[in-house]
């Protein structure tokens, strides 16, 4: 069996060793790929003597053809290449191309192995001077390989980032840029590699990239969908980190932590998007317990969303908000609703009502003479809702919903009866426990009486912490990487908050030799579990990821962890005398790197137990009481 990978710079085995050099003769070649890719493998002595031989005599030329018969028939087996008259046949099964796989994977639509197969275009560098018929048909079948190949690679990319594969999708994105530095498709797709991993600033200046090399070959326009995607990561969130931050990342100590081991649930909750952005209102509910990375799940397909033109607004709820009816509601109007693109155009009787629920409403519209709110709240924001997501589909996130009251859960559901047509999807996230009535009510309705459905986030299994370790320590392969999933896994429970920090840690020097594990207790929970109950990695990691932040987000963060559940900026000021520019930086810090969730409210752990070991370890009795007694 000859086998010619003919998608990149050309290579000839025979029965899988190096191909003799008789048979590498390039015209030899040259016959036998024309006779492959020729329909029903068959061609005429007359189109090899115009194709390879144009430049002889008529006797000369076919002396040359016979001999490359001959020489091919030899390697190929008698039987393989029949010449019947002048008509020359290569039959099947006498020589493999990588471009009979390619087209057949292509079928199937199978792209994850269409990558491995193409190394460049076809028969790249392989030319055969004074040949012009051969360089014509060459041209032809290069721009067909090219586009064929470049498709599939873009398809296989595409498909990775649409699983919330980032890593996966950067072999087939990296040759795809390399064979076509001018694809915008390829430009698009790379963007959002670096948007979904938080590399904003990267995405836009790979475009700034793109547009200087395009005028410097005279073309400059820009496709529709490429100035969608930069005006919406313009308009997008700009993080003020600190110097100090901003050094760590670029050496690549620390780095936000890809999402693995959610490709199913996340192509599930992006099919529900998109059935709202069609103009169907969706509920959307993802369950996991603490640290089983909810909260890095709906930030994934919130960046998607955005990303795909959607208005994201979101909250957080915390324990005290059981207390105060609708305050989950209300959070949306003050958590980025009243920003929303169209807001001017909702009537001054629900401005009012807004108004008076919320001093930000008042604010952003004043009202000379106000109309007395007559309405409810709950019809005010369906009105905001219709007016304004009929310029552009929204997302409504309520993370933490185990700590909705009641009255909010009341209006989701008149929400979503009154919205029924409206493109809006409502994404709720909250742990199993506690397992408020009103919840449980409205996870019955979905999929019965509202479309949407309910997605589970389990632990992360063996396969997605192998990858982490690929990802966050390269330095350990073979043996020692299984070695040390198993140990993450075990210490880690598979919850993704933990396994993330015990890498972040490791990169940062812990050695796990150190330290002990044998956790989780039975029946039990991350957030029934107490500090002193965790194993010694786990805390470990936590310290160690605390020093690894600057000094003024370390302040801010021991505030955050002594103040409360849910603790507001100017709070936190007041603790620390961080104010300005550089209390954002340090609080952009603490959400970049995952220790902090921010909503209109206030600031919150992504994890309570996070929150626990900083204030039981991080800090100093004395500082402990120095803080408390400012009374902010």
């Not at 009787?349 to 409403?361: I, P």
Request: charged share 25%; aromatic share 4%; net charge neutral.
């Amino acid at each position: 069996m000859i086998h010619v990978r003919t998608l990149g710079t050309l290579e000839v085995t025979v029965d899988g060793a190096e191909a003799p050099s008789e048979l590498l003769w390039k015209k030899n070649l040259a016959l036998l790929l024309y006779l492959a890719r020729a329909p029903k493998r068959r061609c005429t002595r007359e189109q090899l003597i115009g194709l390879l031989w144009a430049e002889k005599d008529d006797a000369a030329a076919r002396q040359s053809v016979r001999e490359a018969i001959r020489t091919l028939r030899h390697y190929v087996g008698e039987n393989h290449l029949r010449t019947t008259g002048d008509v020359i046949e290569l039959t099947d099964g006498a020589v493999q191309l990588d471009t009979d796989q390619l087209e057949q994977l292509v079928k199937q639509r199978d792209w994850a192995d269409t990558t491995p197969l193409i190394h460049g275009d076809f028969l790249d560098g392989f030319k055969i001077p004074g040949a012009s018929g051969f360089e014509d048909w060459l041209t032809v079948e290069r721009s067909h390989w090219h586009g064929l190949s470049l498709d599939a690679l873009l398809r296989h990319a595409e498909e990775r980032l649409d699983a919330g594969d980032e890593l996966g999708a950067d072999a087939p994105l990296v040759q795809a840029r390399k064979m076509d530095p001018c694809s915008q498709r390829a430009l698009r797709a790379y963007m959002r590699r670096l948007a979904g991993t938080g590399d904003r600033s990267g995405a836009l200046q790979a475009f700034e990239q793109f547009v200087k090399a395009a005028r410097r070959s005279g073309d400059s326009t820009l496709e529709p969908e490429t100035k969608g995607i930069v005006e919406r990561l313009r308009s997008g969130r700009a993080w003020h980190l600190p110097k100090d931050a901003l050094a760590s990342d670029r050496s690549v100590v620390w780095r936000r932590a890809p999402l693995l081991g959610r490709d199913r649930e996340l192509a599930t909750a992006l099919a529900q998007w998109r059935n709202a952005k069609a103009g169907r209102l969706t509920l959307l509910l993802i369950e996991a317990e603490s640290g089983g990375g909810k909260t890095r799940f709906l930030e994934e397909l919130t960046a998607r969303a955005a990303l795909d033109g959607g208005v994201v607004v979101g909250t957080r709820a915390v324990a005290e908000d059981l207390e105060h009816p609708g305050s989950a509601i209300l959070g949306l109007a003050r958590g980025g609703l009243v920003d929303v693109p169209g807001v001017a155009g909702v009537s001054p009787s629900a401005l009012a009502v807004l108004a008076a629920h919320a001093s930000e409403w008042a604010e952003r519209f004043p009202q000379e003479h106000p109309p007395s709110p007559t309405g409810n709240l709950d019809a005010a924001i369906a009105e905001v809702l219709r007016v304004t997501s009929a310029e552009r589909p929204h997302v409504l996130i309520l993370d933490d919903a185990q700590w909705i009251d009641a009255t909010s859960y009341q209006m989701i559901e008149r929400l979503a009866r009154d919205l029924a047509h409206a493109p809006v999807l409502i994404l709720l996230a909250a742990t199993p426990e506690p397992a408020p009535p009103k919840l449980a009510e409205l996870r019955a309705r979905i999929g019965r009486d509202t479309p949407g459905v309910t997605i589970s986030l389990g632990k992360l299994g063996n396969e997605a912490l192998c990858r982490l370790v690929q990802w966050a320590l390269p330095a350990y392969t073979g043996d020692a990487a299984d070695r040390l999933t198993r140990r993450i896994a075990a210490d880690s429970a598979g919850l993704p908050l933990l396994a993330v920090e015990i890498c972040h840690a490791m990169a940062q020097g812990l050695d796990l030799e150190a330290t002990n594990g044998a956790w989780p207790h039975p029946l039990r929970t991350l957030d029934s579990t107490f500090p002193g109950d965790l194993p010694d990695t786990i805390v470990a990691s936590i310290r160690v990821g605390f020093r690894c932040l600057t000094k003024p987000a370390q302040q801010a963060l021991v505030a955050v962890a002594l103040l409360g559940d849910r603790v507001a900026g100017k709070r936190i000021s007041c603790a620390t005398d961080l104010k300005g520019d550089a209390l954002h930086a340090a609080l952009d810090e603490l959400e970049w790197r995952r220790w902090l969730v921010a909503e209109s409210r206030g600031y919150t752990f992504v994890a309570r137990i996070v929150r626990d070991v900083v204030a039981r370890d991080m800090i100093t009795q004395g500082e402990r009481q120095r803080l408390l007694a400012k009374k902010c």
